[in-house]
């Protein structure tokens, strides 16, 4: 049995990146991994422009205006946003200018209308100055050309699908999403919506782990349910290794009577790199690879058991072979005692909050590895070492966010 440390070690360093990469319209990024970086093909902004409604003048011409002691202009031109024709500012006059318009040569400043007499008139009186060059955002001062606006390997949100829009770009080069296979196992399973005899026990695992991975930028491509057969299961495992870049099953990974799938995995000629890790949910947790690279794991069958293995280990590892750093964990302050476990690494379900400046976590109710209601509310994953104590409120301890939690 290996600790948690040394599991992550055997899988980063046995994954591979997938190399293969497509090219996305702008709308369907969301979540995909950029496999070139985009650099900015002009500047931003594009061209001077107004900060707000008002008159482009030369400072010097308005410098000494007041309420007292306005200074008089006649308007020579009028620009609004999107005017694709600019003449040069003549001198001793403005131009009445709308906010993101362009700026015309030989004027510094752009006055607000609201320090003007207004935009009524032909000849406008100003009765303020403001600093020189006020109001303008200058050509290229947020974004330069060539400047770097989204690197490799950045998991896509809706902010750089903003950027990338903001710079032309309908389209970007991602990596391919990693081909996912899904098997879960146990003659008391069925799906929900079918009819469940009493003893019988609805699959929670299938819908759970493929929305877990598919939001986190896996292409589930299969997704099978079987009963506690030997064969049935060689040929799924068979036909899954073949078509996906990862494998994930749920239950028949222990040692009992009817747990099938370790010696499977063997017999189809998947190495073995550790089975059972000292932690608490999901010690009976296989990781395996073929020659292909497909990699394998092999979770428990218990909902938290499999659900805790597959966020640890499993999306981490998609993150990898994408190209992407994986989520950061951060530390949190505990409200209450977490039951640590004496000789195994803990993970347990929780909330977080700040107060008082700290971030703070508590744990939930269920803690049992068949009581999926400890997902309700929570937004984090806690984890502590093996301890013959309770570690006491006020102990910081390591946290992970859930993929679907909203932070706080």
């Not at 008139?121 to 403001?130: I, L």
Request: glycine share 8%; aromatic share 6%; charged share 20%.
């Amino acid at each position: 049995m290996i600790t948690v440390q040394e599991a992550h070690e055997i899988i980063a360093t046995t994954a591979r990146k997938l190399n293969a990469t497509i090219s996305v319209p702008l709308h369907q990024l969301r979540g995909r991994v950029l496999a070139k970086e985009v650099r900015a093909d002009f500047p931003m902004p594009r061209f001077t422009n107004a900060a707000m409604d008002g008159f482009a003048v030369r400072f010097e011409e308005i410098a000494g205006a007041s309420d007292d002691a306005p200074m008089t202009l006649p308007v020579s031109q009028e620009l609004a946003a999107g005017a694709l024709a600019v003449t040069p500012l003549e001198a001793g006059t403005c131009a009445r200018i709308m906010t993101g318009a362009p700026v015309p040569d030989g004027a510094d400043t752009v006055v607000p209308f609201e320090q003007t007499s207004g935009f009524e008139s032909e000849t406008v009186e100003f009765y303020k100055a403001p600093k020189q060059g006020a109001n303008i955002r200058h050509a290229g001062e947020e974004v330069e050309t060539g400047e770097l606006l989204v690197a490799a390997g950045t998991s896509i949100t809706p902010a750089e699908i903003g950027l990338l829009a903001t710079f032309g770009q309908d389209s970007a080069l991602v990596r391919q999403q990693p081909r996912v296979s899904i098997i879960t196992v146990g003659d008391e399973l069925r799906l929900p919506g079918d009819e469940a005899e009493p003893l019988a026990i609805y699959n929670s695992n299938l819908a759970l782990l493929s929305a877990c991975l598919e939001a986190a930028g896996a292409e589930v491509v299969e997704t099978r349910q079987l009963r506690d057969d030997r064969k049935a299961i060689r040929e799924a495992l068979t036909e899954a290794i073949g078509n996906a870049d990862m494998v994930i099953t749920a239950g028949g990974i222990s040692t009992g009577q009817y747990d099938f799938m370790h010696e499977t995995l063997g017999e189809l000629g998947v190495e073995q790199k550790f089975w059972k890790v000292a932690q608490k949910p999901g010690k009976p947790f296989y990781f395996g690879a073929t020659d292909s690279d497909t990699l394998c794991f092999a979770l428990p069958g218990n909902p938290v058991s499999a659900l805790v293995c597959l966020l640890e280990y499993a999306l981490p590892t998609l993150a990898l072979m994408q190209g992407a750093t994986p989520a950061p964990k951060f530390t949190t302050v505990l409200d209450e005692p977490f039951p640590t476990d004496r000789k195994r690494y803990r993970f347990l379900f929780g909330s977080t909050k700040i107060e008082d400046g700290e971030i703070r976590c508590r744990i939930s109710q269920q803690t049992d590895s068949h009581m999926l209601t400890a997902l309700h509310g929570a937004n984090c994953l806690i984890e502590a070492k093996a301890s013959p104590e309770p570690l006491p409120a006020g102990s910081l301890v390591t946290c992970s966010w859930l993929p679907w939690a909203n932070s706080f």
